[in-house]
Structure formats: structure tokens, C-alpha cells
DNA sequence: GTCTATAAAGAGATAGAC
DNA sequence: GTCTATCTCTTTATAGAC
């Protein structure tokens, strides 16, 4: 034990976090289906067996891959949240977290990505069904949260010409009425 | 060649509706990987062998079973428009038809699938626009497609509970001022 | 025409050498 | 601790028996 930086715990740390990287890219690129953990592997330029020495199987790596940051507390008006959600769209430079995008493209042909997905949503649902009133704000809230949803998977994963080249604050104008009238308060 | 119904051809077109039949509800149900050509031969209640000797291949199957009918024609104005769009939420009893929901499953993780799903949106969009005034109509009509793209997909395929349990005619009432918003209509 | 048997390929996972 | 080699399983697809 050098009191350097150990290289054993340090070395393993930053591999470990080399293969996820990989790992999240190629599940946000292909799925879980047609991601190996050869592909991963060669990618994070380690050998295979190494992967599943550390995830121990292809479930745990994508469990971890495609872990999702939870959203931002709540407690906002009608006009902050239609704002924040719109914020969100930050189709500039990163975009979404790989983390969430991997999990995105599985959610529909992946158990568990679907499952993660419903509580992902579910917990957005919550969050902003909180800052609307009326009885039926919680399906306002599901509403809001599809309709962005739609908007996140024909952008970012069905990639569809009309919004890739749509510049995202023009997206949001044309989205905000739209939010807006979701929320149920007249048009301000 | 007996002039009654022929046995022969007559049995073969109903075997492989039967076939197909199947296969469009696994393909829904699981998508594309995850079906395969034994669970579709079980579910027909035909032999494996019989599948590829009729459809040549699972890519094949795929692409008959996914088949989706063309969007109806155009020519709107905006509020028949959006009163078009409510109508395909048809919630109701068959939902969206096998066809399509097999196709919606798998156009995140399957190429072909996505490219099916690009031209059918693509066309959507196309229809759309030519009912929008304005410059940026393509752009609104690539917004109300993904819009009912998020509905669809929370409702059919990741079935959140808050639109499955709601009625039809409550997400249609919801939904009607925000895809006006997006036709650049004044709310009238 | 229909099915049995099998080929061929690819995957995740594991045991043990170094 | 890391990798070589392999095991085992499942799949699509095919060839040939009946």
C-alpha cells in the first residue's frame, strides 16, 4: 500500500468505469439485444471475460449502464414546470444522458428497461401532477410526460429529419402552447 | 381440379393467415428478437419447418406481419384535422391494429422496424403539413405526430396506468387544445 | 407437401492456466 | 488479477426422409 494513488484500487475503479462507458454507449446505440459483451468489451479494449468478472452478468451490466438520474424536485407553477420541461429537451450538445438513453431504447422490447422506464415516468407523473390542480390532474401530468416522451424518442432515437434539423429553442416555441394547454390554466 | 373450393390452395392461404395471424401478435407482444420462429409454429399450431418453408425467412415474416395501412388521405382543415388524430386513439376494443403495434414495438432496436416506422411517420407528417399554413408547418406537423407517437406508445405499449385507466373521450378532451396550439390555430 | 434431424453460427457464462 | 480456451445453450436455416 504506497500512499500514492494505489493503483490496484484506482486502476480497477477507472476500468470498471471505462466499461460502463462502453457499455452505455453501444446499449443506447443497439439496445440490449444486440449488444454483446464482446462488442463492450472491445470497445472498452479489455478482454471479455474481464466484463463479466466485474458485472458478473449482461443483466447487471445493463441494470447499472442504464441507470437514470432522478428529476429535479418539484414545488413549481404551472408556467416554471412547462419551462423546466422544455429545458429538458437539451437536444445541444450531449444530449439526454447516455444512461438514458440506453434505458429508452430497450423499454419496449426489454423487461426491465420497461420496467425502469414506468418508474421513471411514474415518478415524473408524480412530480408534476403535484403542481396542477383540478381532479384530473393526474392524467394531465401523464399526458405532459408522453407528449415529451414522443417528442425525446422522435428525436433522439428515431432521429426523424423534421426535429433533427429543427433548432431546439424553435422546438420549444412551438411546444410551449402546446404544454400549456396540458396544465389546464388559460392561455396567459 | 375440382370446381369447388380448392382444398389444396384454399387450406394453404388460410394456414398461413393463421401463421401470420400469429406471428403479428408475438411480434406486438415481444418484438422482434425475442419472438421466435417456434413460438410463432406453437402458437399456429403448425411445425416450425412449415414457417420458413412459407415465409423463407424470419426477416420475411417480420416484414409481412409488420405491414401497417397507409394513413388516410388529406385535405383537411385544422380542426378536422385534429379531430382525425383523436379518432386514431382507438382505445377502444383491437386498440391499434396488430400490424402496427408489432411495427411500433420493435422501431427502436430493430433497423428495419425503425425504417418502417420512419417512412410511416414520415408520411403522417407529410399529410399534416399540407393542411398547416406557415413556414415552419412541417415542423408543427412533425410535433403533432410525435405528440400522438408518446400517447400511443404510454398507452399501447408501455400501458402507464394513468392512460389505461382513463376513457378515451377524457384523452381526447385533454388532448384537443394542445394539438390545436399546434396547428397555429387561435383556440377558437 | 409435411416433418425429422441436423447443420452452422453466435451468444453468455465458466474453469483453470499464467 | 487477467486472459485463454471451452462449455452449453439457443437460435435460424436446410437437407432429405416419408
Known amino acids: ?15 470498471e468505469e471505462r466499461i460502463l462507458g462502453a457499455a ?13 459483451i464482446r462488442a463492450v468489451a472491445r470497445a472498452a479494449e479489455v478482454d471479455p471475460a474481464l466484463v463479466m468478472q466485474y458485472f458478473g452478468s449482461k443483466q447487471e451490466l ?20 412547462v419551462g423546466h420541461l422544455l429545458g429538458t429537451l437539451d437536444t445541444k450538445i ?4 447516455q444512461g438514458s438513453l440506453a434505458m429508452m431504447r430497450s ?4 423487461p426491465e428497461a420497461a420496467a425502469a422506464a414506468r418508474e421513471v415516468l411514474g415518478r415524473q407523473i408524480d412530480s408534476l401532477a403535484a403542481s396542477i390542480p383540478g381532479d384530473d390532474a ?5 399526458l405532459m410526460t408522453v407528449v415529451m416522451l414522443g417528442v425525446t424518442v422522435g428525436h433522439q432515437l428515431l432521429e ?10 424553435e422546438i420549444a416555441r412551438l411546444l410551449r402552447p402546446s404544454l400549456r394547454a396540458l396544465t389546464g390554466q388559460e392561455v396567459s
Open 24 to 36: 452505455r454507449a453501444l446499449f443506447a446505440e443497439l439496445g440490449f439485444e444486440r449488444t454483446t
Open 94 to 97: 450531449g444530449a439526454l444522458s
Open 160 to 169: 426523424l429529419e423534421e426535429l433533427r434539423t429543427a433548432p431546439q429553442e
Open 138 to 142: 393526474r392524467l394531465r401530468a401523464a
Open 62 to 81: 445493463f441494470r447499472l449502464a442504464a441507470r437514470v438520474a432522478p428529476p429535479p424536485a418539484a414545488g413549481l407553477d404551472a408556467d416554471e414546470l
Open 107 to 110: 423499454m419496449l422490447t426489454h
Open 1 to 15: 500500500m504506497s500512499d500514492r494513488l494505489p493503483p490496484r484500487a484506482e486502476r480497477r475503479r477507472r476500468t
